[in-house]
């Protein structure tokens, strides 16, 4: 009998059992509420120590984009220490509550779609997870220092030349955008890895790219589905939102409120996906592959992968 589609097979098992997308909701909105506050206390502190001069305000008035990166330059230099000091606190901070967060949802939604709850090691997670958070760092430290070379390989004295900045520019952001994207999917994968037999962080590295090459078609179908899905989301918002835009002179309110709902409700959507295409990707894992091994006996999800784990 052939066995279900496994991507369709996630979109089922996340209708079926709302407690998946419900939890999914629950952690990234939880920390989305949790960063805006900490973004917001960064603002009131940064509102109350930065001036703005008469020739500052009249540079926003004007749009004057030189003068306006000028004064902006100049409001960072004056206040470098109260922004350094905001982003030692701030930003760790943030990263901190994401790895948290994110390590306990994904540690219960996993746990509802295997077979026993010792599979999964919190723990296994909370490294999986706080090794993605290092990834963007790491992957943001090498977006500025690159942008900040090749400005200074563009500079000759006081004059840029912006034609070889941006020749220089586009493409390494390009590539670093590919390569951070293809670690970060891995990074995703993982955690998934540990419901099909990994039983650490490291294994499961190791499996997920282990899976990640023998069964690309079947992930990529999977990703590109809840992308795709989420993409025509976000274009039957932003068409509801322009479609009443007539609605801001004579109801403000009206439309603000209508802007929010049919947001969060696009979140709430794309939440279902993610829910959705992690169901898949777990179906993907620990399907029992279609090979028998040498000696006669059904070869495991890691073997058939050409991975063994030790």
Known sequence: MTPPNPVTQGFRIAWRRPSLWVWEILWRWAFGLAALGLLFYAYRVLAGSISVTEADALAWRN?????????????????????????????????????????????????????????????????????????????????????????????????????????????????????????????????VCLCAGANSAWRALRMALALGRSHRPEFASASFLSMLLRVAGIMIAFVLCVATSGWMGPAPRAYTTLVTVVTLAYLAFADFL???????FVEIAVRPPQIVATDGAPASKATAAGFRIQ
């Open 63 to 191: 749009r004057d984009v030189m003068t306006l990166a000028a004064s902006l330059a100049q409001i960072i230099v004056d206040n470098a220490s109260v922004l350094l000091s905001l982003a030692l606190r701030i930003l760790p901070t943030i990263s901190v509550l994401w790895v948290v967060l994110s390590s306990f949802g994904r540690y219960v939604t996993l746990n509802s779609l295997v077979e026993s709850r010792d599979q999964l090691s919190f723990r296994s997670v909370f490294w999986l997870q706080a090794v993605r958070v290092l990834s963007m760092w790491l992957g943001t430290f090498v977006l500025v220092a690159t942008i900040g070379i090749e400005g200074q390989i563009a500079t000759r004295g006081d004059n840029t030349d912006f034609a070889l900045y941006y020749i220089m520019v586009l493409p390494s952001l390009l590539v670093i955008a590919i390569v951070w994207s293809i670690v970060n999917w891995y990074l995703a994968l993982a955690p």
């Open 274 to 280: 993610f829910a959705a295409r992690q169901a898949s």
